[in-house]
């Protein structure tokens, strides 16, 4: 199981860079600068846009979905696998931005979660240390052998 942890964190983290790349790309194609908080950016997105971006949140659960099945042979198992990628994707997914263009500036920064299904809007923090705690929550069962 150790080796399934490594290979799927590696995953989430490149999972995230590339989504990371994308949105720097988005936000130029776009003209969109780099705003204190990300509900401003997504005031001034046409619809059309906001439902690509739909597509591509929806395109990233699935991964991570087909991912997990994939990796693990019980449902338990399944469910772990998919939050543990999970959390590693949430998590780099934000230091990815923040080495590519230095967002968010800080961790009370206001993000747009997701768009599915509607905005979910909170302060990075949040995400971050969900995803920080899920992480550090599946390691020591691992190491307790509970897991």
């Known amino acids: ?8 964190a590696l995953f989430g ?8 790349v994308v949105v720097v790309y988005f936000r130029k ?3 969109i600068l ?11 997105i046409g619809k059309k846009y ?5 597509t591509r949140e929806a395109a990233t659960i699935i991964m991570l979905v087909v991912i997990a099945i994939l990796a693990g042979s019980t449902w338990i198992e399944r469910g772990i696998f998919f939050l543990w990628t999970f959390a590693f994707w949430d998590l780099f997914y934000y230091l990815s931005l923040y ?4 967002w968010p ?3 009370k920064t206001i993000d747009v979660l997701f768009l599915i299904p509607k905005p979910w809007i909170a302060p990075v923090w949040l995400p971050v240390g969900i995803s920080s705690l899920t992480i550090l929550t599946i390691a020591v069962l691992y190491l307790l052998r509970i897991l």
């Open 13 to 20: 983290t490149a999972m995230a860079h590339l989504e990371g």
């Open 29 to 31: 194609a776009l003209g």
């Open 34 to 44: 780099d705003p204190e908080s990300n509900t401003e950016a997504i005031e001034n």
């Open 50 to 54: 906001l439902r690509t971006e739909m």
């Open 99 to 102: 080495i590519l263009i230095r």
């Open 105 to 107: 500036p800080n961790l």
């Open 1 to 8: 199981m150790l080796l399934k942890l490594l290979l799927l």
